[in-house]
């Protein structure tokens, strides 16, 4: 498995001390925790991003330049989700960082809110996915293992684990929903398209079409229409989303609005990963349930 190394890192890293912990940085909090969960006792991770801010749009802090100093690796999803990484890498100057991009291998959905000339190939958030998040586990662990051969075997026993763990929550929650008899939403913000393809979901249509940008009067006539049309019952919003105009449609269409969260730890209850897609789940079978 191919890693992303950032500038001219050396083949050889200096070992990690014996009482010394593998410096992690994240740009996403899912990432924070992949990482904990693989590392456990031989890491320290921050995030830059605490998950109320967008990762599209966030403005590195200099205290974010001082962490990637000090760091042994860079976790990043790639994709084109986090454009700021770049110049970030490049300023903190820190030759033994290595940058881990865990979209590798990723099978992508076609991202069509991606701007003409963009080089994203796909929608970045694969992570809402659980067997993409096998994959992205896999790529941290194998960092761990390159800056920190040591302790090898216990980054390997920790992935197994979690691996186990991922497993037996995908498919419960896949029986789940295999239990519906409509599954079909409508969604603020294109993040959920893994999501709803790993679960059986069917997304009828988004109301942001492309990042940045308000819908037009036009779109939005268009999928009142839709919505009546089909009698689709739910709309999914985000937190970090403008709440006005999903509640303006579903008033119009009297659809149902629930908020779920693409981030672990944005709403109550969905502290990890585990318990975030538990609660994205639950509430959306709820929902059309109803």
């Given at each position: 498995?191919?890693?992303?190394?950032?500038?001219?890192?050396?083949?050889?890293?200096?070992?990690?001390?014996?009482?010394?912990?593998?410096?992690?940085?994240?740009?996403?909090?899912?990432?924070?925790?992949?990482?904990?969960?693989?590392?456990?006792?031989?890491?320290?991770?921050?995030?830059?991003?605490?998950?109320?801010?967008?990762?599209?749009?966030y403005s590195p802090k200099p205290s974010d330049l001082r962490s990637l100093g000090?760091?042994?690796?860079?976790?990043?999803?790639?994709?084109?989700?986090?454009?700021?990484?770049?110049g970030l890498v490049k300023n903190a100057a820190?030759?033994?960082?290595?940058?881990?991009?865990?979209?590798?291998?990723?099978?992508?959905?076609r991202d069509h809110t991606v701007a003409a000339g963009s080089s994203a190939s796909g929608n970045p958030h694969i992570w809402l996915d659980?067997?993409?998040?096998?994959?992205?586990?896999?790529?941290?662990?194998?960092?761990?293992?390159?800056?920190d051969p040591e302790h090898k075997q216990d980054y390997l026993?920790?992935?197994?684990?979690?691996?186990?763990?991922?497993?037996?929550?995908?498919?419960t929650l896949q029986e789940r929903v295999a239990r519906l008899q409509d599954r079909r939403i409508i969604t603020h913000h294109p993040a959920w398209p893994y999501f709803a393809r790993r679960f059986g979901f069917q997304i009828e249509g988004n109301i942001i079409q492309q990042a940045g940008m308000e819908p037009s009067a036009a779109h939005l006539a268009e999928l009142t229409r839709l919505i009546k049309a089909n009698k689709v019952k739910v709309i999914v919003?985000?937190?970090?989303?403008?709440?006005?105009?999903?509640?303006?449609?579903?008033?119009?269409?009297?659809?149902?609005?629930?908020?779920?969260?693409?981030?672990?730890?944005?709403?109550?209850?969905?502290?990890?990963?585990?318990?975030?897609?538990?609660y994205n789940v639950s509430q959306l079978i709820a929902a059309l349930q109803s």
């Open positions: 498995m191919t890693l992303s190394i950032a500038l001219a890192v050396p083949l050889v890293h200096p070992p990690i001390g014996h009482a010394a912990s593998v410096k992690v940085v994240a740009t996403l909090p899912i990432l924070k925790e992949f990482a904990e969960q693989v590392g456990r006792e031989h890491v320290e991770v921050q995030s830059l991003i605490t998950g109320l801010e967008s990762e599209h749009s000090q760091a042994h690796l860079l976790l990043e999803v790639g994709l084109g989700l986090e454009v700021w990484v770049s820190n030759p033994q960082l290595r940058v881990i991009t865990t979209s590798q291998g990723v099978g992508l959905i659980p067997e993409n998040a096998k994959v992205m586990v896999r790529h941290i662990a194998e960092g761990l293992i390159a800056v026993n920790y992935l197994a684990d979690y691996l186990r763990r991922l497993d037996q929550a995908q498919k919003s985000e937190p970090q989303l403008n709440q006005k105009i999903v509640q303006a449609l579903a008033g119009e269409t009297g659809a149902r609005v629930v908020v779920l969260s693409p981030l672990p730890g944005t709403i109550k209850g969905t502290d990890s990963y585990l318990s975030l897609l538990e």
